[in-house]
């Protein structure tokens, strides 16, 4: 084994059961080792107020108090995590779902009050890279949900796609890793117009004249962050076409 891909899939193609399918189809036509980190903002939101629990957002994070905490993890780790591996092994794929807290692959830090108190929020600091090594080469297809822990007994609400820049930042010590960041648009877009190539210096201009907007700037940002980390190849691309390769907005690093 000497490469893996790191792809992550978004709450809005969770929350339908088509899309879910169509894309965890084309994922098992991905040959090689992968990992798949799955989000579900949009599912938890739904769910907890369903209980009464409003779902409370700032800057594209979730403020997670001990009630919002109790939902996520009942959501990411149990119905949204569960639902996808069995779907995965009903695909051929060996899948096992994870939060950080198994085997303690990934540990976090509850994110400081100030100057906003996010709650139950985590900060990776640690991937265990050598457990997703193993898994990996035992064939097993690893299922992170995006969840945390601080190692005292607490369960942390970590954003998805930070949980797949972090994994692929990490893993590209030892391997040529790719991060695929899927979603329901074809990638980043100048209104009906696919960007197909992003530096950092048209991220700058995107950003300010408005083009980018909310959750796509820490998307951006976590693309970047796991480039300069090493990862060889990052992209955010449409769910249909996670195998397609270069497809949609590809990375550069100048
Ligand atoms: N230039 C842009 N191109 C595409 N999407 C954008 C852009 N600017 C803002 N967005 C918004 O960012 C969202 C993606 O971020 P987010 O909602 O966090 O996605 P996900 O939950 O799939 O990770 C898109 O659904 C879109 O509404
Ligand atoms: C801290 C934080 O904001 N966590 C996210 C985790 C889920 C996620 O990232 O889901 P999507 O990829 O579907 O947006 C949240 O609770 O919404």
Request: glycine content about 12%; charged content about 20%; some cysteine.
């Amino acid at each position: 084994m000497n490469s893996i891909k790191v792809i992550k899939v978004g709450g809005k193609v969770i929350d339908d059961d088509q899309k879910l399918d169509t894309f965890l189809e084309a994922f098992m036509s991905i040959t090689g080792p992968k990992v798949l980190v799955h989000g579900g903002g949009s599912v938890a939101s739904v769910l907890g107020e369903r209980l009464g629990i409003k779902p409370n957002l700032m800057d594209g994070r979730r403020i997670t108090d001990a009630e919002t905490l109790e939902v996520i993890t009942m959501v990411y780790g149990g119905l949204v995590n569960k639902k996808i591996v069995a779907k995965l092994q009903s695909l051929g794929g060996n899948a096992l779902g994870l939060s950080g807290a198994d085997l303690n692959i990934i540990s976090a830090k509850k994110r400081d009050p100030e100057p906003i108190d996010f709650g139950w929020v985590g900060d990776v600091e640690q991937v265990n890279s050598q457990w997703f090594l193993k898994l990996l080469g035992e064939g097993v297809i690893p299922v992170l949900a995006p969840l945390t822990h601080d190692g005292s007994g607490h369960m942390l609400n970590t954003n998805a796609d930070t949980i797949a820049s972090s994994v692929a930042s990490a893993l590209s010590s030892d391997l040529e890793t790719e991060l695929i960041l899927c979603f329901e648009q074809a990638g980043v877009m100048n209104g009906e117009k696919l960007i197909t190539e992003m530096n950092l210096l048209l991220y700058r201009h995107l950003k300010g004249t408005g083009i980018v907007t909310d959750g796509m700037i820490p998307k951006i940002e976590v693309g970047f962050q796991a480039l300069k980390n090493g990862a060889k190849k990052v992209s955010i691309r449409h769910y249909e076409d996670v195998a397609k390769p270069d497809s949609g907005t590809v990375f550069i690093s100048n």
